[in-house]
């Protein structure tokens, strides 16, 4: 593994106007902190114990302390019972710790999950200490490979894998557990200036590991406004099951509705910070809820009538996720029972992780909907190339391609691309355009389908689309149509009962 000089950027300990939240903000690289289920390693010269703590968050820890009992700390512990290790760096304050379970292929073990430090005799003077929300990205040591977070993997173990083994596999490579997702993938954080790219290729080596590759990260497509924009106006669906039976999960950047708008929500889950309200930071996910809900109809396209949304925040506050995240949001709609699933957005890279997990999802009945990306590159995006997702071109209110929608032999149809929102996506209400709009119009459209066809699977599902879609550009299925335009009459073919 590759390391980097450490900087001398420091943490500092800020309190900010809640009394409930206090924050830890900038770099720490003077404090090393390395948890495996019940050891500690920690490792600081002079400084603060916030920024210890901090560490200790980023690493999954819910974590809260008292402001006032910050201080400086000097301690070299490798390799330590948690407590014995806490109990050293806190002298003379008082904790107090929770245990979690991690689940492994032959037994699971403890871990620390959360520790609260305060004065003796004061617990309630702890205040939540939060790591900062902005993933670490990287290309890798040459700066050109895939995006993904910095210094972070993802494995998989074989089964039978004792949790011994995994223990010290992890101690092999001085390295922290900071998750596990369903599916059995844990994530991994590496030491200060690794590789996350050339460690995974190494770690799939490894006779306890079955896959392994870095938490690779997405970014949200950049919005595209179009011409013409104008305030929606204000509406609500007709009245709609709130039930997860024929729900669209919408995975995207959360739910916040504008004043005077309402939709039928089947749910709502965080993704990114579980227990946490869901909200939208940045409108892209608000925009493809309202389409996927029926409350907002893209450009001269028909109406599919209401349809329930499960609302999965699943991008942080700068429009960038994690597959880590993205596994955790595509499990948590498949286990809520999601008819569809909605995914507005798309990456380069391919990862063997998030193809398990859509074609599990896929195994239990739900039907995924991808973009095929907002950039004519003539090559498959994923989730939307993966087999059996509904990839999703996007056409103009006339029927002819975006000029800016992907293209290529994965296309499975075109819908259209373009409406008028009452909220903006990091900008103001207006019209936008793209193939997340049309992927989340043909979702709700699909929903409709499903509502009226419980026990179809998704092969048919996509079969049924195909069969109802216009023929447009190319005779027959072509790379910017697929089988063709989910137009007004394509709709109507749909959604219409077959005659007896």
Request: net charge neutral.
């Amino acid at each position: 593994m590759s390391r980097a000089r450490p900087s001398q950027n420091r943490w500092r300990a800020l309190a900010v106007t809640t009394p409930l939240v206090w924050f830890a903000t900038g770099a720490s690289f003077g404090a090393e902190v390395a948890l495996r289920g019940e050891r500690l390693s920690i490792r600081t010269e002079n400084e603060p114990l916030s920024a210890v703590l901090g560490e200790l968050a980023r690493l999954g820890v819910r974590v809260m302390m008292d402001p006032a009992a910050d201080r400086m700390v000097t301690v070299t512990l490798p390799d330590r019972a948690a407590d014995s290790a806490l109990s050293a760096l806190i002298a003379p304050l008082d904790s107090m710790v929770s245990w979690s379970v991690v689940p492994g292929p032959a037994g699971g073990f403890r871990q620390l999950s959360e520790i609260r430090v305060f004065a003796p005799g004061r617990p309630e003077r702890a205040r939540p200490l939060e790591a900062p929300r902005r993933l670490e990205l990287s290309r890798g040591a040459d700066g050109r490979g895939p995006l993904h977070v910095e210094r972070e993997v993802l494995v998989a173990l074989r089964s039978g894998t004792p949790p011994s083994e995994f223990l010290r596999f992890l101690a092999a490579w001085d390295a922290s557990l900071v998750g596990w997702a369903p599916g059995g993938i844990y994530r991994i954080r590496l030491p200060r200036g690794s590789d996350a790219l050339a460690a995974a290729e190494r770690m799939g080596t490894d006779p306890i590991v079955r896959a392994a590759e870095a938490n690779y990260a997405i970014r949200l497509p950049a919005p595209a406004v179009a011409e013409g924009s104008a305030p929606a106006a204000a509406g609500m669906p007709a009245s709609a099951s709130t039930g997860a039976a024929g729900s669209v999960a919408v995975l995207d950047t959360g739910l916040t509705l504008p004043p005077g708008w309402s939709i039928a929500l089947a749910g709502a889950w965080d993704a990114v910070r579980p227990g946490e309200p869901v909200r939208d930071p940045l409108g892209h996910g608000t925009q493809m809820a309202l389409i996927a809900s029926g409350a907002v109809v893209p450009d001269q396209a028909a109406p599919v009538g209401a349809t329930p949304v499960l609302a999965i925040r699943t991008f942080d506050d700068h429009g960038v996720t994690s597959n880590f995240d993205v596994l955790r949001a595509v499990s948590f709609a498949a286990d809520s029972g999601a008819a569809v699933l909605s995914m507005s957005w798309g990456t380069d890279t391919p990862s063997e992780f998030l193809r398990a997990a859509i074609a599990e999802a896929q195994g239990r009945g739900v039907v995924v909907v991808a973009a095929a990306g907002n950039e004519p590159l003539g090559r498959p995006y994923y989730p939307a190339g993966y087999p059996g997702v509904i990839a999703v071109a996007a056409a103009m209110p006339d029927g002819r391609p975006w000029d800016q929608s992907n293209y290529g032999e994965f296309v499975v149809v075109a819908a259209p691309a373009t409406a008028q929102f009452p909220v903006g996506y990091e900008g103001p209400p207006g019209r936008y355009a793209g193939t997340s709009t049309a992927t989340a119009y043909t979702a709700a459209a699909l929903a409709q389908w499903r509502a009226r066809h419980p026990g179809a699977t998704p092969a048919q599902a996509a079969e049924a689309l195909a069969r109802a879609v216009t023929d447009a550009g190319e005779a027959g299925r072509d790379p910017r149509y697929g089988y063709g335009l989910l137009d007004a009459a394509a709709v109507t073919r749909l959604l219409t009962p077959p005659a007896r």
